[in-house]
Protein backbone atom coordinates (compact mmCIF):
# COMPACT_ATOMS: atom_id res chain seq x y z
CA UNK A 1 0.00 0.00 0.00
CA UNK A 2 1.51 3.65 -0.89
CA UNK A 3 2.34 5.27 2.33
CA UNK A 4 -0.42 8.31 1.33
CA UNK A 5 -3.29 6.03 0.98
CA UNK A 6 -3.12 4.53 4.81
CA UNK A 7 -5.62 6.43 6.34
CA UNK A 8 -4.53 7.42 9.73
CA UNK A 9 -1.57 10.34 9.02
CA UNK A 10 0.15 12.30 11.74
CA UNK A 11 -1.05 15.90 11.53
CA UNK A 12 1.44 18.01 10.63
CA UNK A 13 2.06 22.58 11.13
CA UNK A 14 3.64 24.25 7.97
CA UNK A 15 7.72 24.69 9.22
CA UNK A 16 7.21 28.50 7.24
CA UNK A 17 10.42 26.79 4.89
CA UNK A 18 8.00 26.91 1.99
CA UNK A 19 7.70 30.90 2.36
CA UNK A 20 11.15 31.72 0.36
CA UNK A 21 10.72 29.39 -2.41
CA UNK A 22 8.60 31.71 -3.93
CA UNK A 23 10.82 34.06 -4.26
CA UNK A 24 13.04 31.12 -5.50
CA UNK A 25 10.58 30.39 -8.44
CA UNK A 26 10.19 33.90 -9.21
CA UNK A 27 13.89 34.53 -9.94
CA UNK A 28 14.12 31.47 -12.01
CA UNK A 29 10.89 32.75 -14.60
CA UNK A 30 12.89 36.18 -14.18
CA UNK A 31 15.69 33.70 -16.12
CA UNK A 32 13.27 31.58 -18.48
CA UNK A 33 12.02 35.27 -19.96
CA UNK A 34 15.58 36.71 -20.30
CA UNK A 35 17.46 33.83 -21.22
CA UNK A 36 15.45 30.59 -22.22
CA UNK A 37 17.03 29.10 -20.00
CA UNK A 38 14.78 26.26 -17.76
CA UNK A 39 15.45 25.89 -14.64
CA UNK A 40 14.36 22.48 -11.90
CA UNK A 41 13.99 22.59 -7.82
CA UNK A 42 14.46 19.31 -6.38
CA UNK A 43 11.29 19.11 -4.08
CA UNK A 44 12.54 16.28 -1.72
CA UNK A 45 16.24 17.87 -1.35
CA UNK A 46 14.75 20.82 0.49
CA UNK A 47 13.61 20.36 4.35
CA UNK A 48 9.76 20.42 3.65
CA UNK A 49 7.31 18.75 5.35
CA UNK A 50 3.61 17.49 3.54
CA UNK A 51 2.19 20.53 4.90
CA UNK A 52 4.50 22.81 3.33
CA UNK A 53 4.64 21.11 -0.06
CA UNK A 54 0.89 21.40 0.27
CA UNK A 55 0.82 25.51 1.26
CA UNK A 56 3.19 25.99 -1.62
CA UNK A 57 0.97 23.71 -4.13
CA UNK A 58 -2.10 25.61 -3.11
CA UNK A 59 -0.45 28.98 -3.05
CA UNK A 60 0.75 27.89 -6.66
CA UNK A 61 -2.86 27.46 -7.91
CA UNK A 62 -4.13 25.17 -10.57
CA UNK A 63 -3.30 26.56 -14.17
CA UNK A 64 -4.84 25.53 -17.28
CA UNK A 65 -3.10 22.37 -18.42
CA UNK A 66 -2.14 19.11 -17.02
CA UNK A 67 -0.42 16.29 -18.64
CA UNK A 68 -0.19 12.34 -17.55
CA UNK A 69 2.91 10.45 -19.11
CA UNK A 70 2.66 6.54 -18.75
CA UNK A 71 6.24 6.15 -17.61
CA UNK A 72 7.06 2.90 -15.35
CA UNK A 73 4.43 4.46 -12.95
CA UNK A 74 2.45 7.61 -14.07
CA UNK A 75 4.10 10.89 -13.79
CA UNK A 76 1.73 14.12 -13.85
CA UNK A 77 3.10 17.72 -15.00
CA UNK A 78 0.55 20.42 -14.46
CA UNK A 79 1.10 24.03 -15.11
CA UNK A 80 0.09 26.12 -11.88
CA UNK A 81 -1.86 29.51 -12.05
CA UNK A 82 1.37 30.92 -12.51
CA UNK A 83 2.64 30.17 -16.57
CA UNK A 84 5.73 28.53 -16.83
CA UNK A 85 5.48 27.18 -13.53
CA UNK A 86 5.08 23.71 -13.72
CA UNK A 87 4.34 21.02 -10.73
CA UNK A 88 6.19 17.63 -11.47
CA UNK A 89 5.13 14.68 -9.83
CA UNK A 90 6.87 11.13 -10.59
CA UNK A 91 5.10 7.77 -9.22
CA UNK A 92 5.99 4.37 -9.56
CA UNK A 93 4.09 1.59 -10.83
CA UNK A 94 2.50 1.15 -7.20
CA UNK A 95 1.37 4.74 -6.90
CA UNK A 96 3.80 6.28 -4.79
CA UNK A 97 5.54 8.89 -5.03
CA UNK A 98 8.97 8.88 -6.05
CA UNK A 99 10.27 12.52 -6.89
CA UNK A 100 8.52 15.84 -6.88
CA UNK A 101 9.95 18.89 -8.85
CA UNK A 102 8.88 22.69 -9.47
CA UNK A 103 10.17 22.93 -13.18
CA UNK A 104 10.66 26.67 -14.75
CA UNK A 105 9.86 25.99 -18.52
CA UNK A 106 8.21 26.74 -21.83
CA UNK A 107 7.48 22.72 -22.07
CA UNK A 108 8.68 20.44 -19.23
CA UNK A 109 11.76 18.52 -20.29
CA UNK A 110 9.90 14.96 -19.85
CA UNK A 111 7.27 16.15 -22.78
CA UNK A 112 9.61 16.60 -25.57
CA UNK A 113 10.07 13.48 -27.88
CA UNK A 114 13.42 13.06 -28.75
CA UNK A 115 14.24 13.45 -31.98
CA UNK A 116 15.68 9.51 -32.41
CA UNK A 117 12.18 8.57 -31.12
CA UNK A 118 10.33 10.47 -33.78
CA UNK A 119 12.81 9.21 -36.50
CA UNK A 120 11.95 5.91 -35.53
CA UNK A 121 7.54 7.19 -35.47
CA UNK A 122 8.78 8.66 -39.45
CA UNK A 123 9.74 5.18 -40.36
CA UNK A 124 7.06 3.48 -38.93
CA UNK A 125 4.68 5.81 -40.48
CA UNK A 126 6.65 5.16 -44.00
CA UNK A 127 5.67 1.33 -43.70
CA UNK A 128 2.02 2.16 -42.96
CA UNK A 129 2.17 4.51 -45.89
CA UNK A 130 3.57 1.53 -48.30
CA UNK A 131 1.26 -0.49 -47.00
CA UNK A 132 -2.10 1.23 -47.84
CA UNK B 1 25.34 -7.16 -27.58
CA UNK B 2 27.21 -4.49 -26.20
CA UNK B 3 25.65 -1.48 -27.73
CA UNK B 4 24.48 1.28 -26.33
CA UNK B 5 22.42 1.03 -23.48
CA UNK B 6 19.73 2.80 -24.46
CA UNK B 7 19.20 0.43 -27.89
CA UNK B 8 19.22 -2.01 -25.31
CA UNK B 9 16.22 -0.84 -23.33
CA UNK B 10 14.18 0.57 -26.55
CA UNK B 11 14.47 -2.90 -27.39
CA UNK B 12 12.22 -3.77 -24.10
CA UNK B 13 9.99 -1.52 -24.91
CA UNK B 14 11.37 0.82 -22.44
CA UNK B 15 11.02 4.08 -23.95
CA UNK B 16 13.30 7.38 -23.71
CA UNK B 17 10.82 9.38 -21.44
CA UNK B 18 10.86 6.33 -18.65
CA UNK B 19 14.84 6.26 -18.82
CA UNK B 20 14.87 10.16 -18.59
CA UNK B 21 12.26 9.81 -15.19
CA UNK B 22 14.30 7.03 -14.13
CA UNK B 23 17.27 9.43 -13.93
CA UNK B 24 15.52 12.13 -12.74
CA UNK B 25 14.47 10.08 -9.67
CA UNK B 26 17.62 8.47 -9.21
CA UNK B 27 19.49 11.88 -9.39
CA UNK B 28 17.23 13.00 -7.15
CA UNK B 29 17.54 10.35 -4.47
CA UNK B 30 21.39 10.28 -4.92
CA UNK B 31 21.21 14.23 -3.58
CA UNK B 32 22.23 15.22 -7.01
CA UNK B 33 21.57 18.69 -8.68
CA UNK B 34 18.19 17.99 -10.82
CA UNK B 35 20.03 18.96 -14.01
CA UNK B 36 22.47 16.06 -13.80
CA UNK B 37 19.62 13.96 -14.45
CA UNK B 38 19.71 14.90 -17.79
CA UNK B 39 23.12 14.76 -18.01
CA UNK B 40 22.92 11.06 -16.49
CA UNK B 41 20.58 10.41 -18.80
CA UNK B 42 22.63 11.28 -21.87
CA UNK B 43 25.26 9.63 -20.72
CA UNK B 44 23.73 6.56 -19.43
CA UNK B 45 22.12 6.41 -23.08
CA UNK B 46 25.23 6.29 -24.61
CA UNK B 47 27.05 3.66 -22.42
CA UNK B 48 28.04 0.38 -23.41
CA UNK B 49 27.14 -2.35 -21.04
CA UNK B 50 30.59 -3.04 -19.07
CA UNK B 51 30.94 -6.61 -17.62
CA UNK B 52 29.87 -7.22 -13.96
CA UNK B 53 31.49 -10.26 -12.05
CA UNK B 54 29.73 -11.12 -9.06
CA UNK B 55 31.43 -13.24 -6.75
CA UNK B 56 29.53 -14.80 -3.53
CA UNK B 57 32.06 -15.57 -0.47
CA UNK B 58 31.04 -15.94 3.22
CA UNK B 59 26.49 -14.43 2.82
CA UNK B 60 23.72 -15.51 3.31
CA UNK B 61 22.38 -14.09 0.02
CA UNK B 62 20.66 -11.59 1.48
CA UNK B 63 22.17 -8.80 -0.38
CA UNK B 64 21.19 -10.49 -3.43
CA UNK B 65 18.02 -11.08 -2.69
CA UNK B 66 17.79 -6.94 -1.32
CA UNK B 67 18.76 -6.33 -4.92
CA UNK B 68 16.65 -8.74 -7.25
CA UNK B 69 13.21 -8.49 -4.86
CA UNK B 70 12.89 -4.91 -3.70
CA UNK B 71 10.93 -3.21 -6.75
CA UNK B 72 11.04 -6.30 -8.72
CA UNK B 73 9.94 -6.07 -11.38
CA UNK B 74 10.85 -2.35 -11.58
CA UNK B 75 12.85 0.17 -11.95
CA UNK B 76 16.09 -0.74 -9.89
CA UNK B 77 15.75 -4.10 -12.13
CA UNK B 78 16.47 -2.21 -15.04
CA UNK B 79 20.07 -1.92 -13.32
CA UNK B 80 20.54 -5.33 -14.40
CA UNK B 81 20.10 -4.33 -18.27
CA UNK B 82 22.54 -1.65 -17.86
CA UNK B 83 25.41 -4.25 -17.09
CA UNK B 84 26.53 -7.29 -18.35
CA UNK B 85 26.38 -9.71 -15.56
CA UNK B 86 28.39 -12.39 -16.95
CA UNK B 87 29.11 -14.10 -13.73
CA UNK B 88 26.73 -14.76 -10.64
CA UNK B 89 26.28 -18.29 -9.13
CA UNK B 90 22.96 -17.75 -7.79
CA UNK B 91 21.35 -16.01 -10.19
CA UNK B 92 22.85 -17.50 -13.65
CA UNK B 93 21.35 -20.58 -15.35
CA UNK B 94 25.16 -22.73 -15.42
CA UNK B 95 26.72 -24.64 -12.62
CA UNK B 96 29.87 -26.67 -12.58
CA UNK B 97 31.99 -26.75 -15.31
CA UNK B 98 30.02 -24.40 -17.45
CA UNK B 99 29.75 -21.85 -14.68
CA UNK B 100 33.36 -21.68 -13.76
CA UNK B 101 34.01 -21.55 -18.27
CA UNK B 102 32.24 -18.14 -18.11
CA UNK B 103 33.40 -17.13 -15.39
CA UNK B 104 36.99 -17.54 -16.76
CA UNK B 105 35.97 -16.00 -20.40
CA UNK B 106 34.49 -13.08 -18.94
CA UNK B 107 38.06 -12.41 -17.12
CA UNK B 108 39.69 -12.88 -19.79
CA UNK B 109 37.68 -10.88 -22.27
CA UNK B 110 37.17 -7.70 -20.30
CA UNK B 111 40.48 -7.87 -18.42
CA UNK B 112 41.46 -4.56 -16.82
CA UNK B 113 37.67 -3.16 -17.10
CA UNK B 114 35.05 -5.29 -15.24
CA UNK B 115 33.52 -4.38 -12.60
CA UNK B 116 34.31 -6.57 -9.52
CA UNK B 117 31.25 -7.11 -7.25
CA UNK B 118 32.04 -9.28 -4.06
CA UNK B 119 29.30 -9.99 -1.28
CA UNK B 120 30.52 -12.07 1.88
CA UNK B 121 33.58 -11.73 3.83
CA UNK B 122 36.43 -13.56 3.31
CA UNK B 123 37.83 -16.32 5.78
CA UNK B 124 42.05 -16.69 6.06
CA UNK B 125 41.46 -19.47 9.03
CA UNK B 126 43.26 -23.08 7.98
CA UNK B 127 44.91 -21.48 4.81
CA UNK B 128 41.12 -20.35 3.37
CA UNK B 129 39.62 -23.69 3.75
CA UNK B 130 36.74 -22.75 5.70
CA UNK B 131 34.88 -21.30 2.23
CA UNK B 132 35.63 -23.11 -1.41
CA UNK B 133 34.56 -22.53 -4.68
CA UNK B 134 35.01 -25.29 -7.36
CA UNK B 135 37.82 -26.57 -5.05
CA UNK B 136 39.59 -22.90 -4.66
CA UNK B 137 39.58 -20.99 -1.38
CA UNK B 138 38.10 -17.36 -1.32
CA UNK B 139 41.05 -15.77 -0.88
CA UNK B 140 42.73 -17.24 -4.22
CA UNK B 141 39.53 -16.75 -6.45
CA UNK B 142 39.27 -12.79 -5.28
CA UNK B 143 42.73 -11.99 -5.54
CA UNK B 144 42.83 -13.49 -8.91
CA UNK B 145 39.33 -11.76 -10.00
CA UNK B 146 40.56 -8.37 -8.55
CA UNK B 147 43.39 -8.51 -10.39
CA UNK B 148 41.46 -7.65 -13.84
CA UNK B 149 39.03 -5.56 -12.37
CA UNK B 150 38.59 -1.76 -12.76
CA UNK B 151 37.49 -1.82 -9.34
CA UNK B 152 35.81 -3.40 -6.70
CA UNK B 153 32.34 -3.05 -5.04
CA UNK B 154 32.12 -4.45 -1.71
CA UNK B 155 28.40 -5.17 -1.46
CA UNK B 156 27.28 -5.06 2.38
CA UNK B 157 28.87 -5.42 5.27
CA UNK B 158 30.16 -8.79 5.06
CA UNK B 159 32.56 -7.83 2.16
CA UNK B 160 32.89 -4.40 3.22
CA UNK B 161 33.74 -4.84 7.19
CA UNK B 162 33.66 -8.07 8.21
CA UNK B 163 30.04 -8.25 9.02
CA UNK B 164 28.31 -11.44 10.88
CA UNK B 165 31.14 -14.08 10.12
CA UNK B 166 34.11 -11.63 11.85
CA UNK B 167 31.65 -11.49 15.08
CA UNK B 168 33.24 -12.59 18.17
CA UNK B 169 35.52 -15.06 17.78
CA UNK B 170 35.70 -15.19 14.39
CA UNK B 171 35.69 -18.97 14.13
CA UNK B 172 37.15 -18.86 10.29
CA UNK B 173 38.99 -15.66 10.47
CA UNK B 174 36.94 -13.63 8.42
CA UNK B 175 38.46 -10.59 6.85
CA UNK B 176 36.45 -7.57 4.63
CA UNK B 177 37.73 -7.30 0.99
CA UNK B 178 39.61 -4.11 1.68
CA UNK B 179 41.75 -6.01 4.23
CA UNK B 180 43.00 -8.68 1.07
CA UNK B 181 42.79 -6.52 -1.89
CA UNK B 182 45.54 -3.26 -1.55
CA UNK B 183 45.91 -2.13 -5.24
CA UNK B 184 42.39 -1.11 -6.64
CA UNK B 185 40.26 1.11 -6.14
CA UNK B 186 37.18 -0.22 -3.78
CA UNK B 187 33.57 0.58 -2.48
CA UNK B 188 32.42 -0.15 0.50
CA UNK B 189 28.52 -0.72 0.23
CA UNK B 190 27.97 -1.64 3.93
CA UNK B 191 24.03 -2.71 5.61
CA UNK B 192 22.91 -6.22 6.25
CA UNK B 193 21.30 -5.95 3.10
CA UNK B 194 22.37 -2.68 1.90
CA UNK B 195 19.73 -0.59 0.97
CA UNK B 196 18.98 -1.59 -3.27
CA UNK B 197 18.88 2.35 -4.70
CA UNK B 198 22.06 2.47 -2.94
CA UNK B 199 23.98 -0.29 -5.48
CA UNK B 200 21.49 0.87 -7.80
CA UNK B 201 23.39 4.27 -7.47
CA UNK B 202 26.57 3.57 -7.18
CA UNK B 203 26.71 1.53 -10.66
CA UNK B 204 24.92 4.53 -12.36
CA UNK B 205 27.77 6.69 -11.39
CA UNK B 206 29.93 4.54 -12.55
CA UNK B 207 28.36 4.25 -15.73
CA UNK B 208 27.39 7.86 -16.11
CA UNK B 209 30.46 9.99 -14.47
CA UNK B 210 33.04 6.94 -15.49
CA UNK B 211 34.92 6.78 -12.06
CA UNK B 212 33.23 5.66 -8.74
CA UNK B 213 31.37 8.28 -6.43
CA UNK B 214 33.01 10.29 -3.43
CA UNK B 215 33.92 7.97 -0.70
CA UNK B 216 34.17 8.88 2.97
CA UNK B 217 37.61 7.43 5.46
CA UNK B 218 35.72 3.90 5.16
CA UNK B 219 35.34 3.86 1.39
CA UNK B 220 31.45 4.89 1.27
CA UNK B 221 29.83 6.45 -1.08
CA UNK B 222 29.24 9.89 0.86
CA UNK B 223 25.76 10.75 -1.00
CA UNK B 224 23.96 7.54 0.89
CA UNK B 225 26.38 7.39 3.60
CA UNK B 226 27.45 11.10 4.52
CA UNK B 227 24.70 11.37 7.31
CA UNK B 228 23.63 9.32 10.69
CA UNK B 229 20.70 7.59 10.54
CA UNK B 230 19.96 10.08 13.72
CA UNK B 231 20.61 13.47 11.74
CA UNK B 232 17.48 12.39 8.85
CA UNK B 233 15.33 10.80 11.44
CA UNK B 234 11.81 12.16 11.73
CA UNK B 235 11.60 11.55 15.03
CA UNK B 236 14.91 13.56 15.90
CA UNK B 237 12.85 16.71 17.46
CA UNK B 238 11.76 14.10 20.39
CA UNK B 239 15.32 13.63 21.26
CA UNK B 240 16.04 17.37 21.02
CA UNK B 241 13.34 17.72 23.25
CA UNK B 242 14.24 14.90 25.73
CA UNK B 243 11.20 12.33 24.97
CA UNK B 244 12.13 8.97 25.33
CA UNK B 245 10.43 5.47 24.59
CA UNK B 246 10.94 4.03 28.04
CA UNK B 247 9.76 0.30 26.96
CA UNK B 248 8.23 -1.28 23.93
CA UNK B 249 5.07 -0.67 25.14
CA UNK B 250 4.93 2.62 26.88
CA UNK B 251 2.92 6.42 26.24
CA UNK B 252 6.16 7.33 24.57
CA UNK B 253 6.65 4.66 22.18
CA UNK B 254 2.68 4.98 21.70
CA UNK B 255 3.40 8.62 20.79
CA UNK B 256 6.58 7.90 18.27
CA UNK B 257 9.02 9.19 20.51
CA UNK B 258 12.57 8.88 20.44
CA UNK B 259 14.04 5.57 20.58
CA UNK B 260 17.22 6.05 22.05
CA UNK B 261 16.74 5.08 25.40
CA UNK B 262 16.22 1.17 23.99
CA UNK B 263 18.99 0.80 22.28
CA UNK B 264 18.78 2.80 19.23
CA UNK B 265 22.05 3.24 16.78
CA UNK B 266 20.65 5.60 14.93
CA UNK B 267 23.43 8.45 15.80
CA UNK B 268 26.90 6.64 14.91
CA UNK B 269 24.96 4.68 12.04
CA UNK B 270 25.74 5.67 8.43
CA UNK B 271 23.16 5.18 6.46
CA UNK B 272 20.32 6.34 3.82
CA UNK B 273 17.41 3.97 5.67
CA UNK B 274 15.77 7.62 7.01
CA UNK B 275 15.65 9.19 3.91
CA UNK B 276 15.50 6.41 1.00
CA UNK B 277 13.27 3.78 3.15
CA UNK B 278 12.61 0.04 2.82
CA UNK B 279 9.99 -1.78 0.63
CA UNK B 280 9.47 0.57 -1.79
CA UNK B 281 9.56 3.88 0.60
CA UNK B 282 6.75 2.02 2.85
CA UNK B 283 8.56 2.35 6.01
CA UNK B 284 11.89 1.64 7.39
CA UNK B 285 12.96 0.32 11.33
CA UNK B 286 12.47 3.30 13.50
CA UNK B 287 9.37 4.35 11.33
CA UNK B 288 8.06 0.36 12.69
CA UNK B 289 8.99 1.14 16.27
CA UNK B 290 12.40 -0.43 16.58
CA UNK B 291 15.50 1.03 17.35
CA UNK B 292 18.35 1.36 14.62
CA UNK B 293 20.96 -2.04 15.01
CA UNK B 294 23.34 -0.10 13.29
CA UNK B 295 24.17 -3.15 10.28
CA UNK B 296 26.05 -0.73 7.92
CA UNK B 297 28.46 -0.06 10.71
CA UNK B 298 31.69 -2.00 11.12
CA UNK B 299 31.73 -4.83 14.04
CA UNK B 300 27.77 -3.60 14.67
CA UNK B 301 27.31 -7.26 16.04
CA UNK B 302 29.72 -6.71 19.03
CA UNK B 303 28.80 -3.16 19.45
CA UNK B 304 27.69 -4.14 22.90
CA UNK B 305 23.68 -5.52 22.69
CA UNK B 306 20.58 -4.07 20.17
CA UNK B 307 18.62 -2.91 23.48
CA UNK B 308 21.52 -1.32 25.47
CA UNK B 309 21.46 2.20 24.67
CA UNK B 310 24.83 4.07 23.24
CA UNK B 311 25.84 5.93 26.11
CA UNK B 312 24.85 3.82 29.20
CA UNK B 313 27.59 1.17 30.18
CA UNK B 314 27.81 -2.35 28.84
CA UNK B 315 27.60 -3.98 32.04
CA UNK B 316 23.76 -4.42 33.09
CA UNK B 317 25.13 -5.28 36.67
CA UNK B 318 26.21 -1.90 37.28
CA UNK B 319 23.69 0.02 35.60
CA UNK B 320 21.42 1.86 37.69
CA UNK B 321 19.21 4.99 37.69
CA UNK B 322 21.66 7.18 38.33
CA UNK B 323 23.66 5.46 35.04
CA UNK B 324 20.58 6.21 32.91
CA UNK B 325 19.95 9.74 34.10
CA UNK B 326 23.28 10.33 33.33
CA UNK B 327 23.14 8.73 29.67
CA UNK B 328 20.20 10.70 28.94
CA UNK B 329 22.58 13.84 29.59
CA UNK B 330 25.05 12.34 27.98
CA UNK B 331 23.05 11.86 24.65
CA UNK B 332 21.41 15.64 24.66
CA UNK B 333 25.33 16.93 24.91
CA UNK B 334 26.35 14.56 21.84
CA UNK B 335 22.97 15.95 20.03
CA UNK B 336 24.53 19.47 20.55
CA UNK B 337 27.88 18.65 19.60
CA UNK B 338 26.39 16.71 15.99
CA UNK B 339 24.37 20.06 15.41
CA UNK B 340 27.33 22.32 15.83
CA UNK B 341 29.55 19.86 13.63
CA UNK B 342 26.37 19.94 11.15
CA UNK B 343 26.35 23.03 10.40
CA UNK B 344 29.78 23.76 10.52
CA UNK B 345 29.94 21.12 7.51
CA UNK B 346 26.82 22.73 5.70
CA UNK B 347 28.33 26.19 5.99
CA UNK B 348 30.96 24.84 4.17
CA UNK B 349 29.82 22.69 1.61
CA UNK B 350 26.33 23.42 0.63
CA UNK B 351 26.10 26.04 -1.98
CA UNK B 352 22.18 26.59 -1.54
CA UNK B 353 20.36 26.97 1.97
CA UNK B 354 16.80 28.42 2.68
CA UNK B 355 18.75 31.60 3.77
CA UNK B 356 20.27 32.21 -0.12
CA UNK B 357 16.62 32.00 -1.10
CA UNK B 358 14.99 34.24 0.92
CA UNK B 359 17.63 37.05 -0.43
Known amino acids: MPPELIPIQIAVEPSGNARPLLHEVAELLKRLLETGEPSTIDLSALPLNPADLDWLQTRLGEGEVSCQVQANGESTLDETACRGVWWVTHRNERGSVVAQFIEVAFVPELLKAHPQDIEAGREQLEVLISEL | ?359
Open chain 2, 1 to 359: MQGPLIDTLVRQGIGRRTFLKYCATLASMMALPPAAGRAMADALAAARRPSVIWLPFQECTGCTESMTRSHSPTIEGMIFDMISLDYHETLMAAAGQQAEEALHAAMKENSGKYLLIVDGSIPLGIDGAYSCIAGRTNVDLLKEAAAGAAAIVAMGTCAAFGGIPKAKPNPTGAVAVSDIVKDKPIVNVPGCPPIPVVMTGVLAHYLTFGSLPELDDKLRPTAFYGETIHDRCYRRPFYDQGKFAKTFDDEGARKGWCLFELGCKGPVTHNACATTKWNGGTSWPVESGHGCLGCSEPDFWDAGGFYKALSMPADPLKMGAAAAVAGAAAGVAVSFANRGKKRAAQVTHETTTLADLEK
